[in-house]
């Protein structure tokens, strides 16, 4: 049940994010007349900003920025960890040590705030964003697949495929990628809830999206001197970062299940 739901939060985010893409909406339509208006049937499902602006617009507006962020730094992290996990695994020495110590290096920084020093460094906007996000998030899956790959390449199959003439790359993706799988597809969750956190919180300090656009993490910003008399401002957009996080939990496959190859 808990998993049906979150792949349909799931789905009305992206059906969101092409809703922004396909029809104009009008997120930065104001409407001096009803400025801080509440949430109504009759106007604005969930209501109207200091401006006068839909929040519903808005959200969507920047469902469309998060999922941009997510389909460009999750797949660019994941490539480039995954190379380098597998590489060390497979080269070991020198070049398994200097992987190694690059990730515990980096992982011992928090990589929110490294993000926020890179993004600070870069300048503001999404490029800036999406470029910090990269850097700080390809720890996870080098580390995972180095950790599994480790294994895989002494096992049984591994040498037998060495013995029969097979090249690194062909014993790479025929007899250990396909073990990954599991591993890697918790680690892309839990990536994709690192970048929706990491863009909403560069947002709502200023260093992400810049006005008028619209990002979930500026529009909780720009709601936040407004909480007492339009809290709808704040508690919507935080409300729908938080479910889609609840989201990709309740669609995250159990660990045994994970951990099975396909």
Known sequence: ???????????????????????????????????????????????????????????????????????????????????????????????????????????????????????????????????????????????????????????EHVAAARCLGSTGPVILWRHVLPFLGGPLSVQTRLAVAGVLVGEASLSFLGLGVQPPDASWGAMIRSGSPYLVIAPHLVLIPGATLALMLLALEWVTPEPQTAARPR
Do not use: K, N
């Open 1 to 155: 049940m808990l998993r049906a739901c979150g792949v349909a939060l799931l789905g009305l985010w992206f059906a969101a994010a092409l809703a922004g893409i396909c029809f104009d909406l009008g997120p930065e339509r104001t409407d001096l007349d009803r400025l801080f208006a509440a949430p109504s049937l009759a106007d604005a499902w969930f209501g109207r900003d200091e401006l006068g602006r839909s929040v519903l617009a808005r959200l969507a507006d920047g469902a469309q920025r998060s999922a941009a962020i997510v389909l460009f730094v999750v797949p660019v992290t994941a490539l480039i960890g995954t190379l380098l996990g597998l590489t060390a695994a497979w080269f070991g020495g020198p070049w398994r040590a200097l992987v190694q110590y690059l990730i515990e290096v980096w992982l011992a920084f928090p990589g929110l705030l490294a993000a926020i020093a890179l993004a600070g460094v870069l300048g503001t906007g999404m490029h800036s964003v999406a470029i910090a996000l990269v850097v700080t998030g390809w720890t996870g899956f080098a580390r995972i697949t180095l950790l599994v790959a480790d294994g895989l390449v002494r096992r």
